[in-house]
């Protein structure tokens, strides 16, 4: 069954000075329809993706959503929103966790829900599990499926032999038939930058813990990674013979975060820290993608600075100064999201998460202006986290406003209809796809990124948006 068509279009632009004209869309049209029904999920072929070679600074993926993946089967639309929901939830969660030290209840938990299938695996909370990509491991390369995650700074799989794993859908990978394998010693500098190393017999010994009890335990090594024709030799890689809890099916997780061990960052003097993405829109038959190195950073693209918090240098964090709904901007609290000066606070850009969680006074200004002009819509009960929602079952189109982001140094991101306004079951129901955070912290999640072109520039310290979308 089709999705909802809605017409829609992004909007970038970058204020040059206070006395420059803007003009902004204030409405957008949304067509009605069925949402979208399909419970199982069937692969894309990726063997006719188009990669760049060994000559290229360029490095190409494609993503794939956890939705399409072949493990994941859900009964209807409402399964699949809660299921994402209570991942969604336990993302938040960890997350506030790893930046404060504390833990931190979740005001989403009155939201979770029980009845998920045992093919609905809750991630680790350092990713949910929402995108994958299909890389080669070793030599020859084994194909196997790895969830990326921009808050996460290791590059690991499951490895033989396999004393605790957890169940994958590719064979595990055995370092023994692998000919590029080279273990990592305990007196090496690449063992010295991993938070929890230890030694056992000569060798780097790895530990990642993650807040839900989920974990990986294994050796630290270099190996060969492979995208197709593109081979990216020596990368530091835990080899995990001891994993919990993880992803639906995957093998493993591509870290993509600011940290040096990150796959961005261990790439950094070949591709400048330079890296973007496309993420595919939810529920759709296409796939995204994910692109190392200068030649992804597009032209014509509205750049946000970049803002690094010490305290979390693997998050992603950007300057956000404010929000609009229908070209209005809406009066906030000041400094509702700066990052202060003990690492408290800010706007983090992450791919695990979801929906965007906003500090409850600015989601609460947020809300009720978006409220106040669809006044002359047909109100819902609340939907899991959704504290707003709409009956549109009895229309063909409705006018809604938009949304935007006012980004630091001007540049202002206009939101899809899509990616704000979202089905939350089968019947007709759209809730405004937002969230109070039970802290100062906000996140941008990725149902806000879908459909948009995301660029870093680690080297300079830039995000950028845009010019087209995807």
Known sequence: MLLPLFFFFLHLHLHLSSSSSISFPDFQIIDVLQPPLTVTATLPDFNNTHFSDESSSKYTLRL???DRFPSVTYRNHHHRLHARMRRDTDRVSAILRRISGKVIPSSDSRYEVNDFGSDIVSGMDQGSGEYFVRIGVGS???????VIDSGSDMVWVQCQPCKLCYKQSDPVFDPAKSGSYTGVSCGSSVCDRIENSGCHSGGCRYEVMYGDGSYTKGT???????????????VAMGCGHRNRGMFIG???LLGIGGGSMSFVG??????GGAFGYCLVSRGTDSTGSLVFGREALPVGASWVPLVRNPRAPSFYYVGLKGLGVGGVRIPLPDGVFDLTETGDGGVVMDTGTAVTRLPTAAYVAFRDGFKSQTANLPRASGVSIFDTCYDLSGFVSVRVPTVSFY???????????????MPVDDSGTYCFAFAASPTGLSIIGNI???GIQVSFDGANGFVGFGPNVC
Do not use: I, W
């Open 220 to 234: 630290l090594a270099l190996e060969t990674l492979t995208f197709a024709k593109t081979v990216v030799r020596n």
């Open 250 to 252: 995957a093998a493993g």
């Open 266 to 271: 261990q790439l950094s003097g070949q591709t």
């Open 407 to 421: 980004f630091t140094e001007g540049p202002v991101l206009t939101l899809p209809a899509r990616n704000f306004l």
């Open 140 to 146: 020859p390369p084994r194909d196997q499926y790895m």
């Open 64 to 66: 794939l959503h956890r």
């Open 448 to 450: 806000q990124q879908e």
